[in-house]
């Protein structure tokens, strides 16, 4: 593989340091619509566990951010990013109440990631991650049996989602 140049390597540096800002950012507006949506009703969440999942997620954006400028090889830094991210959706999903909860559809963020950072390989490979995560967060809940009516459920909003 060719050597880079000093700019190129800094051209990358900045586009995943604006990545991980950008993230912060949506995890704040995420904890903000939580809070409004508990506040009014819409949401069976206390604001406290959506808060320390948001803010998990946030911190995690912050120390990807700090490894990032320490010029940790974002070869190793971007699937554990987007490993972290899938398993924030998932303890969401697990927190709000698993088949019932809408945020399944926070997967789509982990997948946008992957088409930000990574090639097609790393969107099927993240699109397949968060699939088996929903599942199996489902199955463990006792939600879903496999190949029952709530599997088909789960998967069919797992290939639209990454569908649309």
């Known amino acids: ?18 990545i991980q800002r950008r993230h912060l ?18 949401f ?4 406290s566990v959506a808060a320390a999942i948001f803010a ?11 490894l990032y400028r320490r010029g940790v090889d974002r070869r190793i830094l971007n699937p554990l990013w987007m490993a972290t991210d899938i398993c924030f959706v998932t303890l969401g999903i697990y927190a709000t109440g698993g088949l019932g909860s ?3 559809i926070w997967y789509i963020t982990t997948t946008a990631a992957a088409a930000f950072v990574g090639g097609q390989r790393t969107i099927v490979a993240v699109g397949v991650g968060n699939t088996i995560a929903y599942l199996a967060v ?4 006792g939600q879903i ?3 029952d ?16």
């Open 1 to 18: 593989m060719p050597s880079l140049s000093d700019s190129a390597r800094e051209s990358i540096l900045r586009f995943d340091l604006n």
């Open 44 to 47: 069976p969440l206390r604001v």
């Open 149 to 164: 009516t709530a599997f088909a459920l789960a998967f069919t909003r797992m290939v639209f989602l990454f569908g649309a």
């Open 56 to 66: 998990g997620a946030a911190a995690g954006s912050g120390i990807f951010y700090w």
């Open 138 to 141: 489902l199955r463990a809940m």
């Open 102 to 104: 809408p945020w399944f």
């Open 145 to 147: 049996r496999f190949f």
């Open 25 to 42: 950012l949506i995890y704040l507006a995420g904890l903000i619509t939580v809070a409004i949506g508990t506040a009014i009703g819409v």
